[in-house]
């Protein structure tokens, strides 16, 4: 029987997550991905993620303290970003650079060093390439800032509010990993052949660039500005569902219940009332809960983690062309982790084909 997309195959043990999509569950390592995003920092979670365990004062400082010296750009990669086409998109700009940090100190098995520079990394990329394209001077990382409250500065320029830094970190931590999507499956694959990490990161995010797996929540953002402008989020819906329209936002092909990412990002978003885009999220989502179980009864449709990534992303005044490249600034943690797993007991991945063309005549 062949298993279109290797649907439903397991291919790997994993201590690293649970997707249970049935029960509305994430988990990493034994915790709630919930409760992470709320109680911790991105470092730590990170750390944790790549660790087992979480670190105590002393670790932490000098595991943040490593992410913070990482941030910076080589001389070589400032070149390659001023010189790579102005039309290249940024997932190929991020791919490119990575790529290139393939040295002879990138061997395998990969190491939390070799870790800590992309991670430490992305977020410069992302933003330095972003302000060249809008002929807008660098901004120089900012050592006194955390890791996600830097990428803001660095694109922005100014210190970020704290209720955006704190809702982007608890965004960068949902989304740090789940599972053996297609990105992380890429990344597992070209680690097992002993190949180095900075080859399977760049695959990783060739995978992620793909608008089936990495797509920005764009639509998410035409369905609350649409909503903006008639003033009712009532009559938008509900003329949405009655042509039979997606709503953006809702429902997902893992998760049977509300999106666990979803939920916490709610919790967290809720605490920030007075920031009128996440004021809206919130209605615009109990409406269209209220108007899906009226006319998509028993289809079991709530929100995803792309309708708060979408608030939260707007909210902070993110570019739309942005959504995918920050979605990888946070996911490049999980595939880490998974490449290390993999690292561990590693035996080549390497699925069978069925042949289904025709046999020369003998």
Same mark, same amino acid.
């Given at each position: ?80 970003? $001023?010189? =790579? ?6 997932? +190929?700009?991020? @791919? ?7 040295? %002879? /100190? ?115 953002? $035409?369905? =609350? ?6 003033? +009712?989020?009532? @009559? ?7 042509? %039979? /329209? ?117």
């Amino acid at each position: 029987m062949v298993h279109a997309g290797l649907k439903g195959i397991i291919a790997a043990e994993s201590e690293i997550s649970l997707v249970d999509g049935e029960k509305g569950q994430l988990v990493y390592r034994g915790e709630w991905a919930a409760t992470l995003a709320k109680e911790k920092s991105f470092e730590e979670v990170v750390y944790f993620l790549w660790n087992r365990t979480f670190p105590d004062k002393k670790l932490l400082e000098k595991f943040s303290t490593s992410l913070t010296e990482a941030r910076f750009l080589k001389s070589y990669q400032k070149e390659i970003l $001023d010189q =790579l086409p102005r039309n290249m998109d940024m997932m +190929s700009v991020i @791919r490119t650079v990575i790529s290139s940090m393939g040295d %002879k /100190e990138t061997t395998f098995p990969s190491t939390q060093q070799q870790g800590i520079r992309i991670v430490g990394l992305v977020p410069t990329i992302i933003a330095y390439r972003y302000r060249l394209l809008n002929d807008d001077s660098f901004v120089e990382p900012d050592a006194s800032l955390s890791h996600v409250a830097n990428f803001l500065y660095m694109l922005k320029g100014i210190v970020p509010e704290e209720n955006h830094v704190r809702a982007l970190s608890a965004y960068f931590i949902l989304t740090m990993e789940h599972g053996l999507n297609a990105s992380t499956f890429a990344a597992r694959v070209i680690a097992s052949t002993e190949s180095d990490l900075v080859s399977a990161i760049t695959g990783a995010i060739g995978a992620m660039k793909g608008p089936l797996h990495g797509g920005a929540p764009t639509g998410v953002i $035409d369905l =609350l500005d649409e909503i903006k402008r008639e003033g +009712s989020a009532d @009559r938008v819906l509900r003329r949405k569902l009655e042509n %039979k /329209e997606k709503l953006m936002g809702f429902g997902h092909r893992i998760y049977k219940t509300r999106d666990p990412r979803a939920s916490a990002l709610s919790d967290i978003t809720s605490e920030f009332y007075d920031d009128e885009e996440f004021k809206l999220a919130h209605e615009v989502e109990n409406k269209a809960v209220e108007l899906l179980k009226e006319l998509k009864p028993g289809r079991n449709l709530y929100a995803n983690v792309e309708y708060y990534a979408a608030a939260i992303l707007r909210s902070i005044e993110l570019p739309t062309e942005l959504f995918t490249p920050a979605f990888t600034a946070a996911r490049c943690a999980g595939w880490i982790a998974h490449v290390f797993e993999q690292n561990e007991n590693n035996r080549i991945i390497r699925p069978s084909s069925t042949y289904i063309g025709d046999i020369p005549a003998e």
